[in-house]
């Protein structure tokens, strides 16, 4: 059929192609390129902006026990007019020696008398719900009663229960809670009723509804976020997190697995690292930990990949480095957590992950050794790792590290020293402005095809500035990573993993914008960033398809108006064309697909779009940009679209 004659169905509307289309996709149909990873879109995840504690992990006690260096710290004193008491943060005789305070609270009867918790700026209760309290209690003198009491923002009593009859042991007492009223700040109390004292630790208040109902686990709407984008990969803990800001605060998996009173708080590096964004309340619980993200990756279908510390503090900070000659307990640590994921139930850690209650292996394929570090140290600590992994672990794929920036001189330095080092992956980051990503689509064209593959570990389009409190997650960044992603997926044969970062904020408690993904106590949207994230990875393709774009315009700083990538998912026998339009203008294109008989005559369409490049999602419009299917009605594989202006757009074009 005479390709200038045919119609187009686009998004209800018909659009007649009566001349020649200006730019031409050329899609060589018959010709796969480079078969992509299957993980190649993945996630990030770090405990930045209360991305675990206060945000993943579904605790909703803040400081539950009384571990921040101001112990009463997210607790106030509730005393009514005629109670009399005391409280007093202890530490003899404690419930457990890893986390040893506790409170003791003594009343002299004559009212409740107690604290109230404020949860993580915001103590989230939804009616219908039932929350799982828990705490170890001892009793100290008399038998007094343990009052226990939800209220709403506005002091609506939502629920209480008593509890009595303490042993002077400690011991878990439990009860659950019905909130009669949603409510987004809520605050949990807990009351001495009766003349005497207790002591309290390991104050809990979980929702019996999170991820898979699991007591004491994740976020269920969290990670069903997560679980929706069909992820490659998760790469956890972090980011500077791996690293601490001195060596003694860095990440350390083994403290963070086994019963939850014996992982040791940590103070988080984001409580302090920017002093505009000073975050006095946020320390590491490590509820969430190494069993849990591995846990996670499985419930979600994607490869882990943990990242360790290489004996290095963040290199923003102290830059404190491990003596290369006292590495061993570091480069100890990684081999145990390889046998912790992948060893049979009778070696030692295989042992412990069968005890957690996983006797089958989590198949661990990848491991990163340090994370956004640089220089010399850097590749001395990583050759000494990689000697010892390698011939171990041959299995295990290693990812190293290139450093904060995509193309400074720590970057320059670091790229040949890998090579030589027979690197297997090369972690890249960059957090730049939108143009940088319109103009380096093509960075990977010309990427050594024989050397270590690159792992785009980090990255997001700055509408202000990096660290810019003003950035915003908008339709403008959206499409500039939208567009550089077909640059990555053109590249499928250097580029094997990529990832936006930072994943989740807390709405009330963040340091870093943009995210990925926004929560608050009770609510969570997508950005339109996390919708391209989305639309990539549910439409990933097995091999690449060469593209060519014929007719587009170029600036003279490397934007193009329109940029496309293409890949052929086999099993669905489907060719997916991923098209971005970044500019004002709507842009007619001529599509060929060539090598190809026939196609069917519907083609699906999923558009990321509008009304202008500020428009982003919020609690109130979490779907304001969110990708819309239409069918297309086409045909024969010599097809005229449009693309409308600020799109990104994904075809999926079912062959015959
Ligand atoms: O994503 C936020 C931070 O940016 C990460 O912790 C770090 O790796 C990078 O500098």
Same mark, same amino acid.
């Given at each position: ?10 998004? @209800? ?11 031409? /996709?050329? /899609? ?49 004193? /509730? ?23 506790? =409170? ?128 490659? *990969? ?31 708080? !940590? ?28 846990? !996670? ?37 990684? !081999? ?33 050794? @340090? ?65 940088? *990503? ?65 994943? *989740? ?10 995210? =990925? ?114 069918? !297309? ?24």
């Amino acid at each position: 059929m005479n390709p200038k004659l045919q119609t187009v169905l686009l998004a @209800g509307t018909l659009v007649f192609a009566t001349a020649a289309s200006a730019v031409t /996709i050329e /899609i060589q149909s018959d010709q796969p390129g480079a078969k992509i990873n299957p993980a190649m879109w993945g996630i990030f995840f770090e405990d930045i902006n209360f991305g675990a504690d206060g945000g993943l992990y579904a605790e909703l006690v803040k400081n539950r026990g009384f571990e921040f260096p101001d112990p009463l710290m997210g607790w106030t004193k /509730i005393s009514p007019s005629l109670a009399k008491g005391d409280l007093s943060v202890r530490d003899d005789a404690p419930f457990n020696a890893a986390n040893p305070h506790y =409170l003791r609270l003594q009343s002299e009867g004559t009212a409740p008398f107690g604290v109230s918790n404020e949860g993580f700026r915001g103590l989230g209760l939804r009616q219908g719900e039932a929350y799982d309290f828990s705490a170890q209690v001892r009793g100290v003198v008399g038998s007094p009663a343990l009052s226990l009491q939800l209220y709403g923002a506005d002091g609506t009593l939502l629920d209480a229960v008593q509890l009595k009859g303490f042993s002077s042991g400690w011991k878990k007492v439990t009860a659950t809670l019905h909130p009669k009223d949603t409510d987004a700040n809520a605050r949990l109390c807990v009351l001495v009723d009766g003349k005497g004292a207790v002591d309290i630790d390991m104050v809990s208040l979980f929702p019996q509804h999170t991820w898979k109902n699991r007591p004491g686990g994740l976020r269920a709407d969290m990670v069903q976020m997560l679980a929706d984008m069909k992820p490659g *990969f998760l790469r956890f803990p972090g980011g500077c997190i791996v690293e601490g800001s001195v060596l003694e605060r860095r990440y350390q998996w083994k403290n963070t697995i086994g019963p939850v009173e014996e992982r040791k708080l !940590l103070i988080n590096r984001w409580n302090y690292e920017f002093l505009h964004r000073p975050t006095p309340d946020y320390f590491q619980s490590f509820g969430l930990g190494f069993f849990e993200y591995f846990q !996670l990756c499985e419930d979600i279908g994607a490869q882990p990949l943990p990242i360790l510390n290489c004996g290095m503090a963040c290199q923003f900070n102290s830059g404190e480095l491990c003596p290369l000659d006292q590495l061993g307990p570091y480069i100890q640590d990684a !081999l145990d957590l390889i046998e912790f994921a992948n060893g049979p139930t009778n070696s030692t850690w295989g042992a412990k992950r069968a005890a957690l209650g996983h006797p089958g292996p989590f198949n661990l394929k990848m491991l990163g050794v @340090g994370n956004e570090q640089w220089g010399q140290p850097y590749i001395d600590r990583y050759a000494r790792f990689a000697t010892v992994l390698k011939e171990k672990h041959p299995e295990i794929q290693l990812v190293s590290a290139a450093g904060p920036s995509p193309d400074d001189e720590r970057f320059k330095f670091a790229w040949p020293k890998l090579r030589e080092l027979n690197a297997d992956i090369v972690d890249e980051h960059c957090y730049a402005k939108p143009d940088w *990503f319109l103009a380096n689509t093509h960075r990977y064209d010309h990427y050594d095809r024989n050397g270590p593959k690159v792992f785009m570990g980090e990255y997001a389009a700055q509408s202000v500035a990096i660290v810019s409190t003003k950035n915003k997650n908008n339709l403008d960044c959206a499409l500039a990573e939208a567009a550089y992603m077909t640059g990555l997926e053109r590249n499928a044969d250097v580029v094997c993993l990529a990832s936006y970062a930072p994943l *989740f904020s807390n709405a009330e408690a963040w340091q870093w914008t943009p995210d =990925l993904i926004w929560v608050d106590s009770l609510h969570v949207y997508g950005t339109p960033n996390y919708y391209v994230q989305q639309l990539f990875a549910r439409n990933r393709g097995d091999v690449v398809l060469p593209v060519t774009l014929s007719g587009i315009e170029t600036s003279t700083a490397g934007v193009q108006n329109l940029y496309a990538s293409a890949t052929r998912d086999d099993q669905a026998g489907e060719i997916i064309l991923k098209v971005v339009n970044p500019g004002a203008a709507a842009i007619e294109t001529q599509i060929n697909l060539e090598g190809i008989a026939d196609i069917e005559p519907k083609v699906k369409a999923t558009v990321l779009t509008s009304a202008g490049l500020n428009e982003g999602n919020s609690f109130h419009a979490p779907r304001n940009v969110a990708p819309v299917e239409t069918d !297309l009605n086409v045909d024969g594989p010599h097809l005229t679209h449009t693309f409308t202006q600020h799109s990104f757009t994904v075809l999926r074009i079912k062959t015959r």
